[in-house]
């Protein structure tokens, strides 16, 4: 398995230490769904394999990872998958004489959305923390050192079937890395 281009499982990465790395997100899943008290989501772990040393898999609830920014410097950050469960929302339809007027759909909401057509789904976002403590910040997105010292980004997709794993989209990205990372043979 290599990572490409398009929808995958897994993402690979490139570390300070130079050895590549494999990282696939665990299942989510709800809990007790319809109990409002107890109802629960599974925040899916890391499963690590280094590709690099063929060292045995492990499970994270972070991992660490290498951030070109659009200059191309590196910086070192942790990303962790967060989910949510998403029930039905509530429609409301309103009619004013000949026209009909539902609710817009938000980015990645299955109403209007372009996602689909599913009335429950999962929303799965990254939580990415700078290792320095300069930085914080959720997002649908990450941007890391692909085995190739290219920029990639992995967008993380909403769950509409569970359990499972969220899957990614990933995109090679134009960004010229200042500073290569060194890989070990």
């Known amino acids: 398995m290599t990572m490409k281009q398009g929808s995958s499982d897994f993402l690979e990465y490139l570390g300070r230490d130079g050895h590549i790395r494999r990282a696939t997100s665990r299942n989510t899943d709800v809990h007790n769904k319809g109990v409002p008290i107890l109802q629960h989501t599974d925040d ?11 060292v045995d898999h492990s499970e994270f609830e972070w991992i660490t990872y290498t951030n070109p920014d659009p200059s191309g410097n590196l910086s070192d950050w942790i990303v962790k998958v967060h989910c949510e469960f998403q029930p039905p929302p509530f429609l409301i339809k309103l009619t004013f004489g000949n026209v009909s007027h539902a609710p817009e759909g938000i980015p990645g909401h299955p109403i209007g959305g372009p996602e689909s057509k599913s009335p429950e789904y999962i929303y799965t976002w990254f939580e990415h923390v700078r290792t320095d403590g300069n930085g914080r910040h959720p997002d649908k997105a990450m941007v890391f050192v692909g085995p190739d010292n290219r920029a990639w980004r992995a967008e993380i997709q909403n769950v509409l079937h569970w359990p499972a794993p969220p899957q990614l989209v990933l995109t090679p990205l134009a960004i010229t890395l200042k500073e290569k990372l060194k890989q070990v043979a």
């Not at 899916?44 to 063929?54: A, S």
């Open 44 to 54: 899916p772990r890391w499963y690590i394999e280094d590709i690099t040393n063929k």
